[in-house]
């Protein structure tokens, strides 16, 4: 089994930062990219960040400058500090990587259970 648990999530003011945190464990034998999306109920999952194991990123237009995603590969942890937050950033974000279990030849995606980002105006 692989678990992807999220810490850093909650209520901020306008301008504002949170560091948000993931950790993948379980039986894993290596993960290629991890990255953050984000929900606001009612539209679809967008993808924030994300960044490969031999640390290339992609950030949103929305959050380039502001957002910032790094990895470190020893503890299997992705984070995105988020600075300068905006009301519009209030979402849930949920943590994503994919990666080859023990014993596995192919790729599969996991996803964390999500923590609630909310930024008041």
């Known amino acids: 089994q692989v678990q992807l648990v999220e810490s850093g999530g909650g209520l901020v003011q306008s301008g504002g930062s949170l560091r948000l945190s993931c950790a993948a464990s379980?039986?894993?034998?290596?993960?290629?990219?991890m990255g953050w999306y984000r929900q606001v109920p009612g539209n679809q999952r967008e993808l924030v960040a994300r960044?490969?194991?031999?640390?290339?990123?992609y950030h949103a237009d929305s959050v380039k400058g502001r957002f910032t995603i790094s990895r470190d590969n020893a503890k299997n942890t992705v984070y995105l500090q988020m600075n300068s937050l905006k009301p519009e950033d209030t979402a849930v974000y949920y943590c994503?990587?994919?990666?080859?279990?023990?014993?596995?030849?192919?790729?599969?995606?996991?996803w964390g259970q999500g923590t609630q980002v909310t930024v008041s105006s």
């Open positions: 994503n990587a994919d990666l080859w279990r023990l014993g596995n030849d192919y790729l599969e995606v996991f």
């Open positions: 379980g039986s894993i034998f290596s993960i290629n990219r």
């Open positions: 960044m490969t194991s031999g640390g290339v990123t």
